[in-house]
Nanobody
Framework: QVQFVESGGGLVQPGGSLRLSCAASGSIFKINRMGWYRQAPGKQRELVAHISTRGDTNYAVSVKGRFTISRDNAKNTLYLQMKTLKPEDTAVYYC?????????WGQGTQVTVSS
C-alpha cells in the first residue's frame, strides 16, 4: 500500500527555518525519485524539489539556495530543510514520487510564514 505521512510544518516568522519530514512506504520509496510539492491557496500544486535514489537533487528557482532536500533510504524518510522562509512559501507541503507523482497523496503539512 502506498502511503506518505508528512510532518514538521508550523507557523514561522519571515527569515525563519523549518524542517519537514515524510515517512513513505518502503516499497515505493527505495526505487523512486522523490519530491516535495506545495500548494498555496488558490494555486496549483507545484514541485519544489526532488531527489534521485542516488542523491542527485533539483530545485525550483523560487527555493534554490534556501531549501535542501535529502533522503534516508534506511528509514524510508524524505526531508526538506527550509531556511530564510518568505511569506510566499506559505502552503501545504506534500511528498510523493517525482516526475511523475503517484495518485496517492498524504494529508500534507501546513507551513505558514507570517509576522
Amino acid at each position: 500500500q502506498v502511503q506518505f505521512v508528512e510532518s514538521g510544518g508550523g507557523l514561522v516568522q519571515p527569515g525563519g527555518s523549518l524542517r519537514l519530514s515524510c515517512a513513505a512506504s518502503g516499497s515505493i520509496f527505495k526505487i523512486n525519485r522523490m519530491g516535495w510539492y506545495r500548494q498555496a491557496p488558490g494555486k496549483q500544486r507545484e514541485l519544489v524539489a526532488h531527489i534521485s535514489t542516488r542523491g542527485d537533487t533539483n530545485y525550483a528557482v523560487s527555493v534554490k539556495g534556501r531549501f535542501t532536500i535529502s533522503r534516508d533510504n534506511a528509514k524510508n524518510t524524505l526531508y526538506l530543510q527550509m531556511k530564510t522562509l518568505k511569506p510566499e512559501d506559505t502552503a501545504v507541503y506534500y511528498c510523493n514520487t517525482a516526475l511523475p507523482p503517484t495518485n496517492y497523496w498524504g494529508q500534507g503539512t501546513q507551513v505558514t510564514v507570517s509576522s
